[in-house]
């Protein structure tokens, strides 16, 4: 069983817990996030769509982050199970599901690792894709606009804005000895809210 102690260098506790989620959803290549909401808004952030639909029963915080980003959402009457596709894009909430070889060829997935997730962590995300431009953006993007190649990072000048959105090293260790255990569950079913009842800001 891995130990953060084990790392020089904590951050590649970080690499390893993607590496072991790429091999094991196909996915070419994997970002881990604090959460699985900020997740989903580093996707929409770097490819910015004009609207979007989302099932009118989902978690809140979905919503809440397109009004963040001022992306006009409609809510619709979808059934789904473990996950959905926002409408018109190629970006997907996985946050109920992971499984073996589950990652889609040209799409970005959302997962989570919060509680009631198939692998329960507490807390973290992460986006499975295949695009290695969207991979090399977003990454930096997750970690405050920082260039990882450039260590320290007070040795890099000049920043793209980003957010500080990166998943905590120790947290990396704990998702990977339970996904090399296959302590994977199917995740808890939950009957959301329907979103369409409830009032959000100043809507």
Same mark, same amino acid.
């Given at each position: 069983?891995?130990?953060?102690?084990?790392?020089?260098?904590?951050?590649?506790?970080?690499?390893?817990f993607?590496?072991a989620?790429?091999?094991?959803?196909?996915?070419?290549?994997?970002?881990?996030?604090?959460?699985c909401?900020?997740?989903?808004?580093?996707?929409?952030?770097y490819?910015m769509?004009?609207?979007?639909?989302?099932?009118?029963?989902?978690?809140?915080?979905v919503?809440?982050?397109?009004?963040?980003?001022?992306i006009?959402?409609?809510? !619709?009457?979808? &059934?789904? #199970? %473990?996950? @959905?596709?926002?409408g018109?894009?190629?970006?997907? $909430?996985?946050?109920? /599901?992971?499984?073996n070889g589950?990652?889609?060829?040209g799409?970005?997935?959302?997962?989570?690792f919060?509680?009631t997730?198939?692998?329960?962590?507490?807390?973290?995300?992460? !986006?499975?894709? &295949?695009? #290695? %431009?969207? @991979?090399?953006?977003?990454?930096?993007?997750?970690? $405050?606009?920082?260039? /990882?190649?450039?260590?320290?990072?007070?040795?890099?000048?000049?920043?793209?804005?980003?957010?500080?959105?990166?998943?905590?090293?120790?947290?990396?260790?704990?998702?990977?000895?339970?996904?090399?255990?296959?302590?994977?569950?199917?995740?808890?079913?939950?009957?959301?809210?329907?979103?369409?009842?409830?009032?959000?800001?100043?809507?």
């Amino acid at each position: 069983m891995s130990k953060i102690d084990d790392y020089s260098n904590p951050f590649d506790a970080v690499t390893d817990f993607e590496n072991a989620l790429s091999d094991y959803t196909g996915a070419p290549y994997v970002i881990t996030t604090d959460c699985c909401t900020h997740a989903i808004e580093l996707c929409f952030r770097y490819s910015m769509h004009e609207s979007v639909t989302i099932p009118k029963r989902t978690y809140l915080s979905v919503p809440m982050t397109f009004r963040k980003l001022n992306i006009p959402y409609t809510l !619709i009457d979808q &059934d789904w #199970k %473990n996950e @959905y596709n926002f409408g018109f894009t190629n970006i997907w $909430d996985s946050a109920r /599901l992971l499984s073996n070889g589950m990652y889609k060829r040209g799409q970005m997935q959302c997962l989570s690792f919060g509680r009631t997730k198939p692998l329960e962590i507490g807390r973290g995300g992460a !986006i499975l894709l &295949d695009d #290695k %431009n969207a @991979y090399d953006a977003i990454k930096q993007m997750s970690y $405050d606009g920082r260039d /990882l190649s450039i260590s320290p990072w007070a040795e890099q000048h000049t920043f793209k804005v980003g957010y500080h959105y990166m998943m905590r090293p120790e947290e990396c260790v704990e998702g990977l000895n339970k996904l090399n255990n296959n302590e994977i569950s199917i995740g808890h079913e939950f009957s959301y809210p329907d979103l369409s009842t409830i009032s959000i800001g100043n809507e």
